[in-house]
């Protein structure tokens, strides 16, 4: 623990230089031990810090991708929820043409429920696109928000290796006998 609390005010001595670090009078370790010690912690925590930033930036660029493809997903849903709109409103003006040109009264009885149902199995086909794709970039959405935990998840799994990697640090700078008086 000594040796984490001197890495820890070498390292704010070296950001902020105007902060004094601890008394001689302190420190039962030699000056180029405690050096060769901080600048292994120093070391240590700076690899820890590209490897946390990595994590994060790694989930952040696939979140982006994710998002990306939920927008896609959804764009081509709609436009295909378009197309068969538009097929299906084609359709059923050939069959109200067909209707009318045969002489039969359009407003009631068979050609009129005909009609009627098929039109709204052509709102059935339509929405059931948009679902599709409304669950496709609800997905990617999921996916997105699942990586960006997981970028987290992993820095924090990071930075308690760490706290091990200067705990074990220590612990061989003591078994070393760097702390001995």
Known sequence: MLVLTYALAFLAW???????????AYLAIEPITLFLLATVAVATVAQA?????????????QAKQ??????????KGYAEEERIRDMNRRRLRKMR???GTSGVRSDLGTP??????????????AMNVRMGANYAASQARAAASNSLAAGKIAA?????????DLGSLAL???MAGAFDD
């Open 112 to 125: 009129l429920d005909t009609y009627l149902n098929e039109q709204g199995a052509a709102e059935i086909d």
């Open 14 to 24: 070296m950001v902020l230089p105007e902060v004094a670090l601890p008394p001689d």
């Open 97 to 99: 043409e067909a209707i």
């Open 49 to 61: 810090g590209v490897q946390i930033d990595a994590s994060i930036k790694q989930s952040e660029a």
């Open 156 to 164: 924090i799994g990071q930075g308690i290796g760490l706290v091990g």
């Open 172 to 174: 061989r700078a003591d």
């Open 66 to 75: 994710y998002k990306e493809q939920a927008r896609v997903a959804q764009a």
